[in-house]
């Protein structure tokens, strides 16, 4: 419920400060006194476009804050908590400055976008009679409207749920595809490579094996004859190492009877005689070693080769290669195995289809059945609010299966008999607008709250028995939800629980707009005043009496 409106520095506006009640308030006052800048205000403050135009002269900025108490299921709450704008005790405050620069706003003291203050407007007043303010201009607002006279919210939850689960799951599959076709593509690489090192067969160790062997291979009659000449020195011959010893240590036995010290010596020769026989037996080994291995140099440099090509290809040292082939095994191993996910997903996927297109299904059947009922009733309102012959509508045309249903939601209008049906926007001016809204609220009273409700313009160009027809259906809406209307007939006027009155009046030379919340010997004036005109009777005092007194 919007409770207070504070207006500053707003074309002829000074400062106005003005409560609100529940029910019905309606607001009264001469032509051009400023009754529509409080709903201009008003749009101003839930997001409306502005210019500087607005802001009075003299004044830096204008300045618009709506206070609104929510009760405790009111849409908005929830909405404000999800974005961390909540206030203590469920109030919520809504604050436009305009400036000639810029315009900015606030929420709970908070600055916001403007689209934010726009959306949290449309839970918060639905204005009615400026079209670019219109929620029943919407097909979102009619498609809900119209679900809400079917009874059927509870369906067009389930299928939103529903639909946003099955467009989830062609997320998740869409998405696991093409992880899945990215896997393939890197498996199919993979496999190549694994092909290559698979021919190769590289083990741990082996490339330091085939080093040493190429190099043996590659010397091998550098070494044979290196050793044996050192055999040759060592062991063969007359002039060999061993052969020297021999004799030398004949030469130094006899010796040692004369001299004893000589005895070391002689053991150092045995010594060095024993370490270059062992020196010669091993050289005789190698040697032997390196007449039995394979002489097929070619085919081991080829394997050399081919352990440097696969590295550099893999940007790899070659003793990594048996490292890398157990790595791009275990992955390749890891890249299987998609096809079981896909097709579970697959099967959920259909199965949320089936799902989908029953509750869709059980939308469209309550649709079908309400929407003529409810553009007969709507009708009906219309013609008692006297827009004559006009007729209400409400079209369904086939779509693509949505959150919404299967079908758009759009209402249209038909001026006369013989016109054709067209949209809202297309057909009616401002003052019907409001009327065939306030038809579709009547009709709508007793299964839609919805907002606070602000009309303008309802009652343009009517009167008589119409006008006071539009002031009880006002009434009899205001029982349900907050209404503000800005009226000219006494009819409509008599039926408000506040009334509030726009006079404009001079004051330091200056022209400015008050607001008066009117007791009821000032209501009885005022109500007189719109029935008699400038010169006021105790006739038309009384009349007015009766009519407030309903």
């Given at each position: 419920m919007l409770s207070e409106l504070l207006i500053r520095s707003f074309v002829v506006i000074d400062e106005l400060r003005i409560p609100f009640g529940p029910g019905l308030s309606v607001v009264t006052g001469e032509t051009g006194a400023g009754k529509s800048l409080l709903v201009d205000a008003l749009g101003l403050a839930l997001g409306a476009r502005a210019d500087a135009g607005v802001i009075r002269t003299g004044a830096e900025a204008a300045e618009i804050t709506a206070t609104f108490d929510l009760a405790p299921q009111h849409p908005a709450r929830a909405w404000l908590a999800q974005r961390d704008l909540a206030a203590d005790a469920g109030e919520c405050i809504v604050r436009r400055v305009i400036a000639?620069?810029?315009?900015?706003?606030?929420v709970n003291a908070t600055p916001?976008?403007?689209?934010?203050?726009?959306?949290?407007?449309?839970?918060?007043?639905?204005?009615?009679?400026?079209h670019e303010h219109q929620a029943l201009m919407r097909k979102d607002a009619q498609r809900v409207l119209l679900d809400a006279y079917a009874g059927a919210q509870a369906e067009a939850r389930a299928l939103a749920d529903a639909v946003g689960a099955l467009q989830s799951a062609r997320t998740r599959l869409r998405t696991l595809q093409e992880a899945a076709d990215q896997r393939k593509a890197r498996a199919s690489l993979v496999r190549y490579q694994l092909d290559e090192l698979e021919a190769l067969r590289p083990e741990a160790g082996e490339w330091q094996e085939l080093n040493a062997t190429e190099r043996r291979l590659a010397h091998a009659q550098e070494l044979m004859s290196g050793i044996a000449d050192l055999m040759a020195v060592l062991a063969d011959g007359e002039q060999a190492l061993s052969t020297g010893l021999e004799r030398a240590m004949s030469a130094l036995r006899p010796l040692t009877r004369h001299e004893p010290r000589l005895a070391e010596i002689e053991g150092l020769l045995a010594s060095a005689a024993v370490e270059i026989g062992e020196a010669a037996a091993g050289l005789n080994r190698i040697g032997g070693s390196l007449d039995s291995e394979p002489a097929d140099l070619p085919a081991l440099e080829a394997r050399v080769a081919r352990w440097h090509d696969l590295a550099r290809k893999h940007r790899v040292p070659p003793e990594e290669l048996p490292e890398l082939w157990a790595r791009l095994s275990a992955e390749h191993e890891s890249l299987q195995g998609d096809e079981d996910q896909i097709t579970g997903l697959a099967q959920e996927i259909a199965q949320r289809e089936r799902e989908a297109a029953r509750y869709a299904e059980a939308l469209t059947a309550k649709r079908r059945e309400a929407a003529p009922v409810l553009g007969g009733a709507v009708t009906d309102e219309m013609g008692r609010l006297g827009l004559g012959s006009a007729r209400f509508q409400v079209a369904l045309g086939p779509e693509d299966l949505s959150v919404n249903g299967c079908e758009s939601v759009e209402f249209l209008v038909s001026p006369a008999p013989d016109a054709s049906f067209k949209p809202l926007t297309k057909t009616a001016s401002g003052g019907e607008l409001s009327r065939i809204s306030l038809a579709l609220q009547v009709v709508l009273a007793d299964v839609c709250a919805g907002p606070a409700l602000v009309f303008d313009e309802v009652d343009v160009g009517i009167g008589g028995a119409v006008a006071e027809i539009v002031g009880l259906r006002l009434h009899e809406l205001a029982k349900t939800r907050q209404v503000l209307c800005i009226t000219h007939l006494p009819q409509v006027a008599a039926q408000g629980d506040t009334h509030l009155l726009v006079e404009k009046g001079q004051a330091a030379g200056r022209t400015i707009s008050s607001v008066e919340v009117l007791t009821s010997a000032r209501r009885i004036e005022e109500v007189a005043r719109m029935?008699?005109?400038?010169?006021?009777?105790?006739r038309t005092r009384a009349l007015a009496r009766d009519m407030l007194r309903g």
């Open positions: 000639p620069d810029r315009s900015r706003a606030f916001v976008p403007l689209q934010l203050l726009r959306d949290l407007g449309d839970l918060l007043i639905d204005l009615h009679g400026q029935l008699g005109g400038v010169a006021v009777s105790e």
